[in-house]
């Protein structure tokens, strides 16, 4: 089996667990010796993801090298469009393709909701430090030019095997090989899990109230992409969404941490992001 057939299954198998992978949201990379790296499309789901469908080819070097001169979302979009080696013209690499090419040879990006135990909580900082030393954290950065340009600068040499907490967003692991990195993913989120005492904790058991509850605040973005829209926000991507936003936010309570809200700025920012429009549509699709 290859590393892009690997990536695939890899892909799949974090997109059919929904304490992972709500919708279609989070995403997945390889680089390989061409100077080609495959990334998830835009709005396609990491479950249905195949070698011949999902992934989009892009010119990584080039992203990585004109990235820092990219001063909005339009010349960051223009820089994706450019990068584009072999893909369908119906078919956009994911917005946060900029962060993928920063990193190391594969890079798995996932909503996990054990993870987001500690992003989308007011000490997730510290807790992130505390039980991953080598880690990198980074404050919320609204997805696209904003959350690739700063993953760079925090970088520092440490491309290859690395630990990022996105603040009020996801985790995002990176290594030498898919294996690793798939290995690397589970390690995080099994000693999450273990901190806050979830090791038997089953999601898949973790249900939503019979009267379906309202959301009025926004711990993470897809949170903004799916329930603020009036098409989507009945749809089984917004239903799994808000399952994981309920369980975060119960489960914050039981350990007796503070939630973290994205604030109304931050919350229209994603809502008008061009990527973010154009994923909303293929999701209606």
């Known amino acids: ?152 600068q925090l970088l520092s040499g440490q491309e290859s095997r690395t630990v990022f907490f996105l603040q009020s967003h996801g985790l995002v692991v990176s290594a030498d090989s898919v294996n690793e990195a798939y290995d690397l993913h589970e390690e995080v989120n099994h000693s999450i899990k273990k901190f806050f005492n979830l090791i038997d904790a089953d999601f898949d058991a973790f249900k939503m109230p019979k009267n379906n509850v309202e959301v009025t605040k926004i711990l993470f973005p897809d949170q903004a992409v799916y329930l603020k829209s009036e098409e989507l926000k009945n749809t089984s991507a917004a239903m799994q969404t808000q399952l994981a936003y309920l369980f975060i936010l119960k489960t914050l309570t039981r350990v007796g941490l503070s939630p973290r809200f994205l604030s109304d700025r931050e919350v229209e920012e994603l809502i008008d992001l061009d990527a973010e429009k154009y994923r909303r549509k293929v999701a209606l699709k």
């Open 1 to 152: 089996m290859s590393e892009l057939e690997l990536l695939a299954e890899v892909s799949r198998k974090l997109g059919g667990k929904i304490d992972y992978i709500q919708g279609g949201g989070g995403n997945t990379s390889l680089k390989n010796t061409d100077g080609l790296m495959y990334v998830k499309a835009s709005g396609c789901t990491l479950k249905d993801v195949s070698v011949a469908k999902g992934f989009v080819a892009v010119n990584y070097a080039l992203l990585r090298n004109e990235l820092k001169s990219c001063e909005t979302e339009s010349d960051y979009n223009e820089l994706l469009a450019h990068s584009i080696v072999d893909g369908d013209n119906e078919v956009r690499p994911s917005i946060e393709t900029g962060m993928h090419a920063c990193l190391g040879n594969c890079v798995l990006h996932t909503h996990s909701v054990w993870s987001n135990l500690i992003t989308c909580s007011e000490n997730g900082r510290n807790i992130a430090a505390a039980l991953f030393p080598s880690s990198i954290w980074l404050d919320y950065a609204t997805p696209g030019v904003t959350l690739a340009r700063s993953v760079t």
